[in-house]
């Protein structure tokens, strides 16, 4: 996927091939104006329909001792979570309300902006963009890419809570700080959306009897991302 | 941070079996009791301290973490007694609403449990609150609206001070991933509460729809504002993220939550706080 900014005039490559009163039509429903490019990598060329990115295939092994290392493990993450999101909005999702496409648009800039302030954080440090595969998904159908919302966001608060202790630097832990609890208002979005008014928001799934959220190893959460990331990642 | 006078004096296979749990537990296994309790913060002076005398847990802590884990208990305490209130006043929280609330309120209780425990002897006592804060909220427990208004007012500051405080805990790695096991909880409840409230369950630039003085306090500056900035900021490590990411400044500021200092959480929660 190429980086940085892309013009409206790129076109958008999908499963159904939009028309432009289509696609007008679609930009209609989310309430934005057709002009308005809604993410910076949103409508790249360079992604085929199945989602699956064209990118380098080298391995990227993440040291976890240092606080690159553990920056870099986030930025793997947040590349996955801002795919995903740019990936689902390629596509008409049944069964969606405005208002939840609403939610998954703003959902998926946080997670670019995040994955953009990392990569510009790491510099010449940053690895290189992730193939991801998200064909596994069914990015027409609202359950589907909900479910799947669901697990990233609920994955990536166990990914901060477990890595926070890894930093060594306060500097970069607050900032981790600042990200894990825009990702828990993600999480509770989504499951509030699932099945609203429910404790599933903060569900016994995922908080504990201490009342505590999941906290897991990188080595716990790799194995839980590994099925949408093509490129191997070690740490 | 283990006192080694503690496990001179202690079966070394029982440390064995309770760092073996505790791997368990970090990969969430369902525990209980306060054993439990001690093993979640993989602290093994509180893990005894369950299984021994409260004494142990005081005086394995620095004063200073104490001090970090009184703060949080404190701010747990404001906010357990309010959940324990509202979710107990019959007619309050209409019926389509009180599954959440019930389940913060389960939450709440626990934290509060989680961090006497951690303390033991050390922990402070529960303050008397007066949830109206001095007559700001009159109908606190009578207005539904009143009363979501101020648990917004609560979670999203209890994120924003937990989130402050990381910093603080950084020596004690295991107590830390506890704090920020609790900091997300806190953020799921904002998040909910928010959007029962017909907000978004994140914060875009200082919206919170609260009454004007205490959403400038909750979602404003702290001190030092360049390291407490208000909500609405969109620099991050010196990062301008308008200029990086091409956004407006909703999304960006949205991205992020920001830390509070101790001192401004205070003066937040010290309208509601009577001794």
Known sequence: MKDGGSAPSVPLVVDRPLTAGSRREFLRVLGIGSAVVLMPSMFAACSDATGVTRGRNAAVTLDLSTDIGVLNYAYALEQLEAAFYEEALKHIISGCSSSELHALLQIGQHEIVHREFLKAALGSNAIPTLQVDFSSVDLTKRDSVFQTAKVFEDTGVAAYNGAGKLLHSATYLVLAGKIVSVEARHAATIRDILNPKSMDFAGDDVVDANGLDRALAPSAVLPLVDPFIVTPISA | ?275
């Open chain 2, 1 to 275: 941070m283990m006192n080694n006078t503690v496990l001179g004096g202690i079966d070394p296979e029982i440390t064995d079996r309770l760092l073996t749990r505790r791997d368990a537990i970090s990969r969430g296994a369902a525990t209980s009791s306060k054993v439990a309790v001690g093993l979640a913060l993989a602290s093994v002076p509180v893990a005894l301290a369950a299984l021994a005398t409260d004494a142990f847990a005081a005086t394995a802590l620095p004063q200073d973490i104490i001090d970090v884990l009184n703060f949080a208990l404190t701010l747990e305490y404001l906010e357990s007694t309010f959940y324990d209130t509202g979710v107990g006043t019959s007619g309050l929280i209409p019926g389509s609403d009180l599954a959440v609330f019930q389940q913060i309120k389960k939450h709440e209780d626990a934290h509060v449990a989680f961090l006497q425990a951690a303390l033991g002897s050390a922990a402070v006592a529960k303050p008397t609150f007066d949830f109206t804060a001095g007559g700001m909220f009159p109908d606190v427990f009578s207005n539904y609206a009143t009363f979501q208004a101020v648990s917004q007012a609560f979670e999203d500051t209890g994120v924003r001070a937990y989130k402050g405080q990381a910093p603080n805990l950084m020596s004690q790695p295991d107590i830390l991933t506890a704090a920020l096991q609790i900091h997300s909880v806190e953020a799921r409840h904002a998040a909910e509460v928010r959007r029962l409230r017909g907000l978004d369950g994140w914060i875009i630039a200082k919206i919170g729809n609260l009454p004007a003085a205490v959403n400038a306090a909750v979602y404003g500056p702290g001190n030092p504002p360049t390291d407490f900035p208000a909500e609405d900021n969109t620099v991050q490590g010196g990062v301008d993220l308008i200029s990086l990411t091409h956004y407006g400044a909703d999304p960006v500021s949205a991205a992020f939550d920001e830390p509070l200092d101790k001192a401004t959480v205070l003066a937040i929660a010290g309208p509601f706080i009577v001794s």
